[in-house]
């Protein structure tokens, strides 16, 4: 019960700070979406909130120390998300059950500044709720593995909700499954680097895939594709030895380990 509970707390916090951001956005001008970073600041609190009061546990425990590799952590994630996700969706041009168009035309200058918001709309409060906060509170009571598993599959399972270009059931399953693929690299991810880092640059990943789009003939054929491409890199990373820093409980991978 205690794991069930700390699941459904977490999903909790993330439709908090979504339905509180919509709430914002109807009250001010530029809608939602101008105001979608401050989801990030909302989490921020609420997990703040949650384990200042009611959990007792420490700050630490998100791992979101603004260390040296932090940066290059993202970074690697990015490469690593990317890669399989444009790796995926080349096969599935190859195969048929997509084809490329053109890419965004968009500034290469403005490219760090779309990183930044993403994050904060999406990938860096979403990582915090499940590999900072979940990932922290089962690490007591479940093994690394059992810990990503349920970290995975809680993450995966909300996006039933999701909106996506998926349409019927067996592709809303499969955009699901992705999901948890998704959930799974950015899990392994958590657990070699021990930071928060490298999965929110995963995360990043799936909305950057997007400057080099697909137009889907078969969706549900490309959905398999992105999660199998996922998990197998989720197997990679999870095959490379975490390292610990001297004096220092937090893990830190051996510099250029995953390039």
């Known amino acids: ?33 101008a105001v ?32 040296w590799w932090a940066l290059p952590q993202a970074v690697l994630g990015m490469v690593v998300g990317l890669a399989a996700l444009l790796g ?27 990183v930044i918001v993403i994050a904060l709309k999406a990938s860096f409060p979403e990582e915090l709720l499940f590999r900072g906060h979940l990932y922290d509170t089962l690490s007591d009571r479940l093994s690394p593995r059992a810990v990503l598993a349920v970290t995975t599959l809680s993450f995966g399972s909300i996006h039933i909700l999701s909106q996506s270009p998926a349409s019927g059931i067996t592709e809303k399953l499969l955009y699901v499954v992705m999901a948890i693929a998704l959930g799974l690299l950015c899990g392994a ?26 137009r889907d003939i078969d969706y549900g054929v490309q959905l398999t594709l992105q999660a199998a491409a996922l998990a197998l890199s989720a197997v990679l990373v999870l095959a490379f030895p975490a390292v610990r820093s001297r004096g220092s409980g937090a893990e830190h991978p051996v510099p250029g380990a995953l390039s």
């Open 1 to 33: 019960m205690r794991i069930l509970s700390a699941v459904l707390v977490t999903i909790a916090m993330l439709f908090a700070a979504t339905f509180g951001v919509m709430a914002i956005g109807n009250v001010l001008p530029g809608g939602s979406q």
């Open 36 to 67: 979608a970073p401050l989801i990030t600041v909302l989490v921020l609190l609420l997990v703040y909130a949650y384990r200042r009061f009611v959990s007792h546990r420490p700050w630490s425990g998100l791992r979101i120390s603004l260390t």
């Open 189 to 214: 991810a958590r657990e070699r680097t021990g930071a928060l880092w490298m999965s929110v640059g995963v995360h990043n990943a799936v909305y950057l895939s997007q400057l080099f789009p697909t």
């Open 88 to 114: 995926a969706n080349a096969v599935s041009v190859w195969v048929g059950a997509a084809t490329w168009l053109p890419p965004a035309d968009f500034p290469p200058l403005m490219i760090p500044l779309v």
